[in-house]
């Protein structure tokens, strides 16, 4: 069980995730409309007199049946709400399972008094053979800030340029926003800009006063609006597959199904792996590229993969 500690902030994310979604809802168009009194089988009042949009405090304190004081204190920090009552929050205000994971993260983080730091690992020789031996598909291994840290030739092929970066650019975020060929390369850039910074805020619950991430985040919120509007927006986001359409300068357009695998050596590394449907035009692109590859490479050792 969670307690109050005197007025100190013990759970500020959590507060302010609950008060941006009372507000609005975190994702429109996906978790659904703004929220209601009448949603929530309440009275809905004389609208003239609302003055803020959304659900009030009182009217959430009263569907979860916890007092107005203590939601109060949820919201602005001062306590971190009881397993029981961050359940009945997350029904009352619709969130989503990406968005229970996260703020049940956020909890967690609450809980503890120092932040869990973990260092990034390098990518075992065993993953980056097994990237190698994948020479018709393209694979590469993403951190857990969805940093760029190994991959085979096919994928070097495909992703602009990764190979001739330097580590500390080797960001699939940093790119989205930097690199101004991104939005050349995807057919949705601002769909799949927006899903990555979701992606992004889900991975950095665990640990947000990661000095890693705070950077990150910094230099991002500095330097391009969009990424500090979306930021701040709060919406998470978990992938594991899917199916995007890339715009390559040499190939043209490739449909390719991804799919991520957790590496069990270290759970914040992710084997991504695209492939195609046989016999279909992408599917044909990636083996005329395997088989270029092949031909102008001395040795499958001097193809450019993303060993250190």
């Not at 640990?207 to 930021?231: C, I, K, Y």
Request: charged share 25%.
């Amino acid at each position: 069980m969670h307690g109050i500690h005197g007025d100190a902030l013990v759970a500020p994310p959590v507060g302010e995730f609950v008060t941006a979604d009372r507000g609005q809802q975190l994702c429109p168009g996906v978790c659904g409309s703004e929220l209601t009194p009448a949603d929530l089988g309440l009275p809905q009042g004389d609208p003239g007199t609302r003055r803020v949009a959304g659900l009030r405090r009182e009217e959430v304190a009263a569907s979860v049946a916890i007092s107005h004081d203590y939601y109060t204190r949820i919201e602005q920090g001062r306590l971190a709400p009881s397993e029981p009552a961050l359940e009945a929050i997350a029904h009352t205000l619709r969130l989503t399972a990406d968005q229970r994971t996260y703020v049940e993260g956020l909890a967690q983080q609450a809980d503890r008094r120092t932040p869990p730091r973990r260092r990034s690992n390098p990518v075992r020789p065993q993953l980056q053979r097994l990237l190698d031996q994948l020479i018709d598909t393209p694979a590469f291994v993403v951190g857990k800030y969805l940093d760029i840290l190994a991959w085979n030739p096919l994928a070097a092929a495909l992703l602009i340029d990764v190979d001739k970066m330097a580590p500390h650019e080797r960001s699939y975020i940093r790119m989205m926003f930097t690199d101004p060929r991104m939005k050349d390369y995807y057919e949705d850039w601002e769909s799949m800009a927006r899903t990555g910074v979701a992606l992004l805020r889900m991975q950095a619950v665990e640990n947000p006063a990661d000095p890693r991430l705070a950077t990150l985040v910094g230099e991002l919120s500095v330097s391009h609006p969009q990424f500090r509007r979306w930021w701040a927006a709060r919406d998470v986001a978990r992938q594991e597959f899917g199916t995007k359409t890339v715009r390559h300068p040499e190939l043209g357009d490739l449909t390719v199904d991804w799919d991520g695998f957790q590496w069990a050596g270290d759970p914040d590394q992710q084997l991504i792996v695209w492939s195609a449907e046989p016999g279909s035009p992408t599917h044909e692109k990636f083996r005329i590229l395997s088989s270029w590859i092949a031909a102008t490479s001395p040795s499958a050792h001097d193809a450019p993969t993303g060993r250190p």
